[in-house]
């Protein structure tokens, strides 16, 4: 399975908005910046997530970008189906029924990706970094 460019550099830029969740807006390119995304295509995707209820903008010199609710409410999933449209990565039955067997394995690819998928909020990716803060940090 291969994620595309276009789903890592949205997850990652809803990252960046959950880790300012609650504080001003972040402009594109302190995002671009941030996670190295080219500020074009940056500005696509999220116009994408916008569209999809996710993200709002503000105008003006202080305006930018922030999620559109608690990033503990917004799973990978949503993200996902902003971008692609769906969260299918199994596919299509061309052949058959010569092809049940390997039809039905993929269908269970299918069903534990979007579980995962499902599972997983910006919130939990903004804990997540806060304890790799927390764990590398040592003092002398």
Known sequence: MRISSQCDYAVRAGFVLALNFGKEAVSIQAIADEQDIPKRFLEHLLL??????LVKSNRGKDGGYMLAKDPGKISIEDIFKAIEGTTSVAPQNKAGSKSVLVSEVWAKVQENVIEVLQSVSLQDLVDKSHKL????????
Do not use: C, E
């Open 48 to 53: 994408s997530l916008k569209n999809a209820g």
């Open 133 to 140: 803060r927390k764990s590398v940090m040592y003092h002398i």
